[in-house]
């Protein structure tokens, strides 16, 4: 004996629909209710007797069932006000025997309360979610102008010139300057003063990710790509870039086995994931910084031609800071209001003798350097108004260091000079370099070196010839 739906009575089959659907509605293709449950009518205010033969737009406020009943498109878990709250409706369509004649509508919660509940008990994730998407956002975003780019000597207005008639671009911009000047600065700017300013800005630094690392950094990873890797995957900074800029910072710095990499990315605009089959395509403009000179690397076969080809479009190279003495005073007032904020203070001021003694300085460390001076001035200040004796004593010293290698004896009207051997004047002046670079980047030695175009391994050397014993040297 075949049992079915056909011998479940009538009263049965709707109380089953009240308890399991809820609130139910169903309707036929020109929209016009055919069905709608007591549960739903009491919640609308309304009666069974009312709503059948009607049109659905008539009987629910802000539907959508006519259009499903129409499309055969579903639409789930969508978010519906009705009688001043939000409903979360689910609407289905009907297909029997192949033909679509209509569709079917519920909604998820029995009444007001529950959704108020339900909302109550997610409100703190939602909040949650909330704040880490703005801060990753913000994170995420240009954090200076072109307004913060401080200086008036030619060289430098005619970089930042530049910059700013190019930030409107689409192509590649290649920032090329000695550690310190400021390039990540320009590439906020353009960012900031381009088209895709209301996307990503993701600085990269090609110099601080192992090589291991930054291909899965730049272009992401597949689940289970290798062991270790997160579930779900990862998404590279490419990807999250989409739309907006990726800042190569230290570009000269990249592995070649990477550049190859890079270069596909930058020709075809699509990358592809560690462990993935197929390619994403993505739209990143590339600003790339480096200090280094990336014409000899080329000639010497550690950058790619092709590479440096693609991200030379735009070239702009941003003066030292010995080159622009005359923006010492405006950065330094600059610098000043930044630090100021950071320990609470307000009114300091260089004095004019300070002034003097900063314009003096070559600044191998360039405004990184300038801004270290100026926050250890702040921290032993005891007014307003930074002395001389507030400086570090490198740069109070100065003077006496260079005449520590030409010793001048006064003797009548007249200057004698003490010439030493030139073999122990190099070494002098060696290791007066090497300690002053120590005491810029605070004894970060692969800092010191880069400052020093040299590599870590030569300046250890140097340091154990010199007999420097610097703190964090061992």
Known sequence: MKLGIDHIPYKWLEEIINLSAERIVVVDRGGIVRYINEAYCEFLKTTVEYAIGRHVTEVIENTR???????????????????????????????????????????????????????????????????????????????????????????????????????????????????????????????????????????????????????????????????????????????????????????GDMPLSMQSKLLRALQEKEIQRIGGQNSIPVDVRVIAATHRDLEKMVEDGKFRKDLYYRLNVIKIEIPPLRNRRGDIGLISASLLKKLERKFHRKGIELSAEVIEKLEQHNWPGNIRELENVLERAINVLDGNIVRIAHLPLYLRDQDTETESICEFISSKNEAVIKVQPLKETMALVEKQSILHALRVTKGNKLEAARLLHISKTSFYEKCKIHDIAYPGLE
Request: aromatic share 10%; glycine share 10%; with cysteine.
């Open 65 to 251: 069932m006519h259009i499903v009943a129409k499309t055969g498109l579903a639409e789930l878990a969508s978010v519906q006000p009705i009688n001043g709250s939000e409903m979360i409706a689910n609407r289905f369509p009907l297909i029997v025997d192949g033909q679509l004649v209509g569709a079917l509508g519920t909604v998820m919660f029995r009444n007001p309360e529950d959704w108020w509940e339900y909302k109550r008990k997610i409100q703190p994730l939602l909040e949650e979610l909330k704040y880490y998407k703005t801060k990753f956002e913000k994170e995420l975003k240009s954090k200076y102008s072109f307004n913060d780019l401080i200086g008036n000597s030619p060289a430098f207005s005619s970089a930042k010139d530049l910059a700013e008639r190019v930030s409107g671009s689409q192509s590649a911009v290649l920032l090329l300057g000695e550690s310190g000047t400021g390039k990540e600065l320009f590439a906020h700017a353009i960012h900031n003063n381009s088209t895709r300013a209301s996307f990503p800005f993701v600085p990269i630094n090609c110099a601080s990710i192992p090589e291991h690392l930054l291909e899965s950094e730049l272009f992401g990873y597949e689940d289970g790509a290798f062991t270790g890797a997160k579930k779900g995957g990862k998404k590279g900074q490419f990807q999250i870039a989409n739309c907006g800029t990726i800042f190569l910072d230290e570009v």
